[in-house]
């Protein structure tokens, strides 16, 4: 019988790939590893405020250099049992002075942004000599937020985060110790005031909005930048009756780009359901948001019955979205901005920010064919 070389060929390296399957050491599956982080620490204020808050804390391991966590007592009526309310919380975090571990320390501060518990951090010397003070933390939002500081440490034994009432508006702390290390910028492109002063841990953008945007539109290689609007903007979720769920931002235009994006941040976003946009009442899509690692602590669990947990993330998170140039026009256009009836919160923006591409001499492009 004639068997094709072809065939037997094929048969004897088919053969060969099975024994090597067969003699090949078996996968090793991947190990899951933990993180170490022993110069980093989380607190929780809601433990602190339970009866047994100083045991709960107690248990948790800390960094070394950090020496105890306590709320302090009230000085007013209701520490002497008389029911007269709180009228601020203090809570202590003491140290230890390790040079070279905790010379400068990133406080995160993860709080509810009410407009009458502004949060305000100092740090002090054994002796009562107050040798930090931070600015009040928040811009009264009304929603979940989050503040980064940078404190140096030198002279400082304890730090306390003192808010007006009884505490609840502070929820958690994210401590961690900070190296210095070195940075380049070209001459011509230092960064904007108000930019990052450290790197963030999770990849966010928490600590990279600019406190104030620039007053004039800005010309660069073909690209003109100017700001829509610098003040917050409030949207609200379809169960406020009284709220705003879409924003309308008009601009003129002198002639037709060749790109346009909007960039701005947004607080206590949902990441499942990113803001939906329309250019001259045309929808243009969702919006596209620069997440941080969702080991970050700003991710905030919320919960109704009978619906899955969705998340809301307390901090400013860098949004964009590209129009196209098809969509906009000489003259009047209209940029808008809708929250998603399935967001898990009310949000609020800030800093919306319009980059027009157009021609100019340097311009580089490709002419292809048809």
Same mark, same amino acid.
């Given at each position: 019988?004639?068997?094709?070389?072809?065939?037997?060929?094929?048969?004897?390296?088919?053969?060969?790939?099975?024994?090597?399957?067969?003699?090949?050491?078996?996968?090793?599956?991947?190990?899951?590893?933990? @993180?170490?982080?022993?110069? $980093?620490?989380?607190?929780?204020?809601?433990?602190? =405020?339970?009866? /047994? +808050?100083?045991? &709960?804390? %107690?248990?948790?391991?800390?960094?070394?250099?950090?020496?105890?966590?306590?709320?302090?007592?009230?000085?007013?009526?209701?520490?002497?049992?008389?029911?007269?309310?709180?009228?601020?919380?203090?809570?202590?975090?003491?140290?230890?002075?390790?040079?070279?571990?905790?010379?400068?320390?990133?406080?995160?501060?993860?709080?509810?942004?009410?407009?009458?518990?502004?949060?305000?951090? @100092?740090?002090?010397?054994? $002796?009562?000599?107050?040798?930090?003070?931070?600015? =009040?933390?928040? /811009? +009264?939002?009304? &929603?979940? %937020?989050?503040?980064?500081?940078?404190?140096?440490?030198?002279?400082?034994?304890?730090?306390?985060?003192?808010?007006?009432?009884?505490?609840?508006?502070?929820?958690?702390?994210?401590?961690?110790?900070?190296?210095?290390?070195?940075?380049?910028?070209?001459?011509?492109?230092?960064?904007?005031?108000?930019?990052?002063?450290?790197?963030?841990?999770?990849?966010?953008?928490?600590?990279?909005?600019?406190?104030?945007?620039?007053?004039?539109?800005?010309?660069?290689?073909? =690209?003109?930048? /100017?700001?829509?609007?610098?003040?917050?903007?409030?949207?609200?979720?379809?169960?406020?009756?009284?709220?705003?769920?879409?924003?309308?931002?008009?601009?003129?235009?002198?002639?037709?780009?060749?790109?346009?994006?909007?960039?701005?941040?947004?607080?206590?976003?949902?990441?499942?359901?990113?803001?939906?946009?329309?250019?001259?009442?045309?929808?243009?899509?969702?919006?596209?948001?620069?997440?941080?690692?969702?080991?970050?602590?700003?991710?905030?669990?919320?919960?109704?019955?009978?619906?899955?947990? =969705?998340?809301?993330?307390?901090?400013?998170?860098?949004?964009?979205?590209?129009?196209?140039?098809?969509?906009?026009?000489?003259?009047?256009?209209?940029?808008?901005?809708?929250?998603?009836?399935?967001?898990?919160?009310?949000?609020?923006?800030?800093?919306?920010?319009?980059?027009?591409?157009?021609?100019?001499?340097?311009?580089?492009?490709?002419?292809?064919?048809?």
């Amino acid at each position: 019988m004639f068997i094709d070389p072809r065939f037997r060929r094929l048969a004897a390296t088919l053969l060969l790939s099975l024994l090597s399957l067969v003699a090949a050491p078996p996968l090793r599956a991947q190990s899951l590893e933990i @993180t170490p982080t022993p110069f $980093t620490t989380l607190i929780d204020f809601s433990q602190l =405020r339970h009866p /047994a +808050g100083k045991m &709960l804390e %107690a248990a948790q391991s800390r960094p070394i250099w950090l020496e105890s966590v306590q709320m302090v007592d009230d000085p007013t009526d209701l520490a002497q049992g008389k029911g007269t309310a709180r009228t601020e919380t203090v809570f202590r975090i003491r140290l230890r002075s390790m040079p070279g571990l905790n010379d400068t320390l990133l406080l995160r501060l993860f709080f509810q942004d009410k407009a009458e518990a502004h949060p305000v951090v @100092t740090g002090w010397s054994e $002796t009562g000599d107050k040798r930090y003070t931070s600015p =009040r933390l928040g /811009a +009264g939002l009304e &929603l979940l %937020a989050s503040e980064s500081l940078v404190i140096p440490t030198a002279g400082i034994d304890y730090l306390e985060i003192t808010t007006p009432g009884d505490g609840s508006a502070l929820r958690q702390a994210f401590l961690a110790s900070l190296r210095r290390g070195e940075t380049q910028n070209a001459f011509d492109f230092v960064p904007r005031p108000g930019a990052a002063r450290f790197t963030d841990p999770f990849e966010g953008s928490a600590a990279d909005l600019p406190a104030l945007p620039a007053e004039n539109d800005t010309f660069l290689f073909g =690209r003109t930048r /100017a700001i829509l609007e610098a003040e917050p903007v409030r949207l609200a979720t379809e169960s406020d009756p009284e709220g705003i769920q879409t924003v309308h931002f008009e601009f003129n235009l002198e002639s037709e780009p060749l790109l346009a994006m909007v960039t701005f941040y947004v607080l206590a976003a949902d990441p499942t359901a990113p803001l939906l946009a329309w250019a001259n009442d045309e929808p243009v899509g969702a919006v596209a948001m620069q997440l941080p690692d969702l080991a970050d602590p700003g991710y905030s669990g919320v919960s109704r019955p009978l619906e899955r947990m =969705r998340f809301q993330y307390a901090g400013w998170i860098r949004c964009q979205k590209v129009i196209p140039a098809k969509t906009l026009r000489a003259g009047k256009n209209t940029f808008s901005l809708q929250l998603p009836g399935e967001a898990a919160s009310s949000v609020v923006l800030r800093k919306i920010e319009l980059q027009l591409k157009n021609h100019w001499q340097k311009l580089d492009y490709t002419l292809l064919p048809f």
